[in-house]
């Protein structure tokens, strides 16, 4: 089964809460991701244009077409320490 965003929530900042659809869930900090040189990225640090994010087909997506990888993230996350299991809603 394909890890996919169930749901999304912005914390302010560059943070986001995350929902994935095998159950875990945690918070990520996109600090880091956004200050990486590139011209998708560029639009991205500004926080008015970051918290435009919205979910397309899962995956947490900009309007100039930058997406994230739900499983790419998720490893992320759980490789930091941040996923932890989430009770049904």
Same mark, same amino acid.
């Given at each position: ?6 749901? =999304? $929530?912005? +914390? ?6 995350? /929902?994935?659809?095998?159950?875990? @869930? ?14 998708? =990225? $560029?639009? +991205? ?6 918290? /435009?994010?919205?979910?397309?087909? @899962? ?31």
């Amino acid at each position: 089964m394909l890890t996919k965003i169930a749901k =999304m $929530e912005k +914390l302010g900042g560059f943070r986001l809460r995350l /929902r994935f659809s095998d159950g875990s @869930g945690g918070e990520h900090d996109f600090s880091a991701m956004v200050a990486e040189p590139g011209p998708m =990225m $560029e639009p +991205l640090r500004a926080e008015a244009y970051f918290n /435009r994010v919205f979910l397309e087909f @899962g995956a947490p997506t900009w309007p100039n077409g930058f997406d994230i990888d739900p499983e790419w993230l998720r490893r992320n996350m759980a490789a930091a320490g941040e996923l932890t299991p989430v009770a049904a809603e």
